[in-house]
C-alpha cells in the first residue's frame, strides 16, 4: 500500500493487494466490533448518575449518529475506489474537507481495538507473545495510528 501527500493538501492511498484492502475495509469492521457503540461507552465514564443520564437521553443520540455518519463516509469511499477504477487504479482520497471524518473513524476503530484486546504494556502485549488475532489486530491499530499522523500532518495542518 502506498500512502502519499496530495498537492492540494490531502492524501492519496493506493491499496495495492487483497491485504491492503482488506486492512481498508476493516477500519469500519474494527470500529463496529464492540458490542457497545463508542457513544454509550463514553457516557459509561461518567460517574456523577444525573449527568450520566443526560448523557443517554442528550449526547448519546446525536454522538451516535455522527459517529456513524464517519464510518458510513468512509466506507463509502473506499467501496467507490474499489467498484470504480480509474485508469486500472483505485486510489482513495482523503482530502481537506473529509480529513476530520477519516481521522474520527480511525480513531473509533483504535479504541474499539484497545478495548477488545487490551494491548497496553504488559508482558501479554509483546508482539511476540500475541495469539495471531490479537498479533493482526495490533498492527492494524498501528496502522490506523500512522495514517491519522499522516492525516494530522498533511491534511488537518494548515
Known amino acids: 500500500m502506498n500512502i502519499a501527500p496530495t498537492i492540494e493538501g490531502g492524501l492519496r492511498i493506493d491499496p495495492q493487494t487483497a491485504e491492503d484492502w482488506h486492512i481498508m475495509r476493516s477500519i469500519v469492521q474494527d470500529a463496529n466490533s464492540h458490542g457497545i457503540d463508542l457513544a454509550n461507552r463514553l457516557g459509561g465514564l461518567i460517574t456523577e448518575e444525573t449527568i450520566a443520564e443526560d448523557w443517554q437521553d442528550i449526547v448519546v443520540p446525536d454522538l451516535r ?32 474537507e473529509d480529513a476530520f471524518t477519516w481521522y474520527s473513524s480511525l480513531n473509533q476503530a483504535r479504541l474499539a481495538l484497545e478495548e477488545r484486546y487490551r494491548f497496553g504494556s504488559d508482558p501479554e502485549s509483546d508482539p511476540a507473545n500475541l495469539t495471531p488475532l490479537r498479533h493482526e489486530a495490533l ?18 495542518s494548515p
Open 65 to 96: 449518529e455522527m459517529f456513524m455518519d464517519d464510518l458510513n463516509h468512509i466506507h463509502a469511499a473506499i467501496e467507490a475506489a474499489a467498484a470504480f477504477p480509474k485508469d486500472g487504479e483505485n486510489p482513495i482520497f482523503i482530502t481537506r
Open 139 to 156: 498492527i492494524r491499530s498501528h496502522f490506523y495510528c500512522a495514517l491519522q499522523s499522516f492525516i494530522l500532518r498533511h491534511a488537518l
